[in-house]
């Protein structure tokens, strides 16, 4: 089991989301949209299954307290439904890749072809080795008595002819109904963990033909791995916020070292702390000119305090970052001779940012330094990581929120898959320009073309939201649609000024003299800078 990606999500009648939605997911899939239009909806619909796996109790089906905070299950259903016995919910789904061990799955399984034919999995007459199998989980949620409940849930198997499903619905009495494809499977039992189905079965009770038999080891094969990769997936999913913490002057010494750099970022400094000197790897930013861009397809491994100092220094951050150990106290960073304190919240904001994707290095802390080509990296990695940032720009200068699309490109190409919300039209234009840069046809141009997704987030006169999804063209542009007031906005503005100053520099009562105009002056179009 590896490789396992989020491909898709799709919600319905989820905050401002009354429609179903299906959204799919790039490397770098980048959210834009007005304040309050639905933007932060599609990563805390991930945050709401990663905060409910990260209980500890099992029977938990929906957690509502964490990352999504609600007092109930209607507050984060759409149009706050009122208080009844039985409200129905949001519905969320998850599409994902994994590769699957398929004979180690199948380990003492009867006859293949019996077990196809009665499954419907005609590819199991053969099965190869191993198998990259497309899959899908949809729950459907409901509010029972002011509980929130997972009142149905189905298994899809996706591509192939007639691919089967696994559906699983609840009774108001708990009660599991069991059925595959559209035939009950009263044979069948279910485990439930958090939202996640585990079905086992009773063999002393069935005959050795029957099909339900059949149905359970197809789903050993189909549905037992890919689950687990999702679990782990959303278990690790790193998610970074909007806000900050007030860093001390003086941090206090972890006795061990963070899994996360934290929600806010509070605990980067303990990370860095710990884990300074033990290697990372990490593919550095591309250099930028004005027409031209020198790519990078070697992958760093340096220890980690270096590569953030190496990773700021490419951000316009030159002041180099250290780790003062000040015995039986703590510790202080400094940048320069300046603690992070003092040295202004664009640095306090950024370094949990370039941190985070250091640490969501698939092979972090392995080996020592130095440096391997692209791909040799990739095929070392054999997974991804993924990260969900919120408006990553916050209190950065333009210069370097520009420097950041270069950073999230980087991080993107070597093996992490971020959902970035942004408010950043610097950001999203650098994006732009790095595709009208590449040369035409480059390795580059075609990742830029196929990895990169922009999603317009507008909220309609009912209140709910839609989504558009574009992709980046070879020219600078977008596909399908430009962001209602967003990246039209600074186009706009050069043009008003632009035609004011003509208006102040008009001729008066007939004076040559009083003409300053500056020959070949123009407004500035809105293209990548």
Not at 256 to 273: D, I
Request: net charge negative; charged share 25%.
């Amino acid at each position: 089991m590896s490789n396992a990606k989020l491909t898709a999500i799709s919600i319905e009648r989820f905050k401002s989301f009354k429609q179903a939605t299906r959204i799919e997911l790039a490397p770098l899939t980048v959210i834009v949209g007005r304040n309050n239009s639905g933007k932060s909806s599609l990563i805390q619909s991930l945050l709401l299954l990663k905060q409910t796996l990260a209980d500890p109790r099992p029977d938990v089906m929906l957690r509502l307290e964490g990352m999504v905070e609600a007092f109930n299950l209607r507050e984060i259903t759409f149009g706050r439904p009122e208080k009844a016995a039985e409200v129905e919910g949001p519905v969320i789904e998850l599409e994902w890749e994994s590769e699957v061990d398929v004979a180690a799955a199948l380990a003492g399984a009867p006859d293949l072809t019996n077990l196809a034919t009665l499954s419907g999995v005609e590819w199991l007459r053969n099965p190869p080795g191993r198998k990259t199998l497309h899959t899908a989980l949809r729950l459907r949620a409901t509010e029972i008595y002011g509980a929130a409940q997972i009142e149905h849930i189905e298994l899809r198997s996706l591509g192939g002819d007639n691919p089967p499903t696994l559906a699983v619905s609840f009774t108001l009495a708990g009660a599991d109904i069991v059925k595959w494809g559209d035939e009950p499977a009263p044979g069948l039992e279910v485990d439930m963990v958090h939202f996640m189905p585990y079905l086992r079965i009773d063999r002393g009770t069935l005959g050795s033909r029957d099909r339900q038999r059949a149905w359970h080891n197809a789903y050993l094969v189909l549905f037992a791995q890919p689950l687990e990769a999702l679990k782990s997936l959303l278990t690790d999913l790193h998610y970074l916020g909007s806000l900050r913490q007030q860093p001390p002057s003086l941090f206090k010494l972890s006795t061990t070292a963070p899994n996360e750099v934290g929600v806010h970022g509070e605990l980067a400094a303990a990370l860095l702390q710990r884990r300074q000197g033990e290697i990372v790897h990490f593919l550095p930013l591309a250099d930028v000119s004005d027409s031209s861009i020198d790519i990078r397809d070697e992958v760093l491994g340096l220890p980690l305090v270096d590569a953030v100092n190496h990773t700021m220094a490419a951000m316009s951050v030159k002041a180099p970052l250290r780790v003062e150990e000040i015995q039986d106290v703590g510790f202080r960073l400094l940048f320069g001779d300046a603690s992070l304190v003092h040295v202004g919240r664009g640095l306090s904001y950024l370094l949990p940012l370039v941190e985070l994707g250091l640490f969501a290095d698939p092979l972090r802390f392995k080996g020592g330094p130095g440096s391997m080509p692209l791909a040799a990296y990739r095929e070392q990695c054999k997974s991804f990581t993924h990260i969900a940032l919120e408006e990553p720009e916050a209190h950065l200068h333009p210069k370097v929120a520009s420097r950041l699309a270069h950073w999230l490109v980087s991080l993107a190409r070597a093996n992490r898959r971020l959902i970035v919300e942004t408010h950043s039209d610097h950001l999203v234009r650098r994006l732009r320009g790095l595709a009208a840069r590449a040369g035409a046809g480059s390795e580059l141009e075609q990742w830029l073309l196929q990895n990169v997704v922009v999603l317009s987030v507008e909220q309609g006169a009912d209140g709910s939201s839609s989504v558009v999804s574009s992709r980046l063209t070879a020219e600078g542009g977008v596909e399908q649609t430009w962001p209602a007031d967003f990246m039209d906005e600074s186009a706009d503005e050069e043009s008003s000024i632009y035609y004011a100053r003509l208006n102040k520099a008009a001729p008066v009562s007939g004076d040559p003299a009083a003409v300053e105009m500056v020959d070949g002056d123009e407004p500035e179009a809105d293209v990548a800078p």
